[in-house]
């Protein structure tokens, strides 16, 4: 089985087989589903279900009574505004015969939420979407590339400086002694000449 689903601008016709509809908890809310024949473009007919919202049902309900009675529905959109909507129903000629709130002739009935419904995807906001997404990916890709070359250039600056600081120190291995010569050895022997020995130090410093 089917089920109907408004597009925008679009009249579906129904045939009611009873005044009014179940009222059941939906997805969004309380709906009130309504026992059908759904008559399409192409004259075919199918038996299924209209699931109302709380604002359609309203607007049912003041056009009671309903059984065995064709009306046409349509979910128009503002032309100030298209992504708000409203319901406008018309009879079987395509008079419109929407209720509308007393001395509000022209006051239209916002559909609120369309649990029966899918939301339209509206081709210029994902367009927009992509773009910003398509955008977004090569910013990153180029931020990645920047950061790569970066590392790479301090990885090039920290082995220079390596290499500068091993040039700059002596050209000797500074962890090994040097073995003095023998005249550099007399010279610490005679300058040492002076220190007392433990047996000459003054009394009461041993």
């Known amino acids: 089985m089917n089920y109907p689903k408004f597009l925008n601008n679009k009249r579906e016709t129904f045939k009611f ?10 997805k ?8 059908v024949l759904w008559k399409h473009d192409d004259n075919t007919e199918e038996e299924t279900y209209l699931y109302a919202t709380a604002a359609l049902n309203r607007l049912l ?3 009671n009574p309903l059984k065995n009675r064709t009306l046409q529905i349509e979910k128009a959109q503002d032309p100030k505004d298209l992504k708000r909507t409203y319901w406008v129903i018309y009879d079987e000629n395509g008079v419109e015969i929407t209720p509308r ?3 509000q002739p022209q006051a ?18 994902i ?18 590339d920047e ?9 090039e600056v920290a082995g220079k400086k390596a290499t500068d600081l091993h040039v700059a120190l002596p050209n000797r291995d500074i962890t090994e ?8 050895a007399a010279k610490i022997v005679d300058s040492h000449k002076e220190i007392p020995t433990i047996n000459e130090l003054p009394k009461g410093f041993n």
């Open 17 to 26: 087989h009873f005044d009014s509809g179940i009222e059941k908890e939906g």
């Open 28 to 35: 969004f809310g309380p709906q009130w589903s309504f026992g």
């Open 61 to 63: 309900e003041g056009l």
């Open 101 to 103: 709130p007393e001395g």
């Open 108 to 125: 239209p009935i916002p559909t609120e939420n369309a649990s029966y419904a899918k939301p339209e995807a509206n081709n210029d906001e």
């Open 127 to 144: 367009a927009a979407l992509n773009a910003r997404l398509d955008k977004a990916s090569a910013a990153f890709v180029k931020l990645s």
């Open 147 to 155: 950061v790569k070359s970066l590392r790479i250039l301090v990885e």
């Open 177 to 184: 002694p040097k073995t003095p010569s023998l005249e550099e």
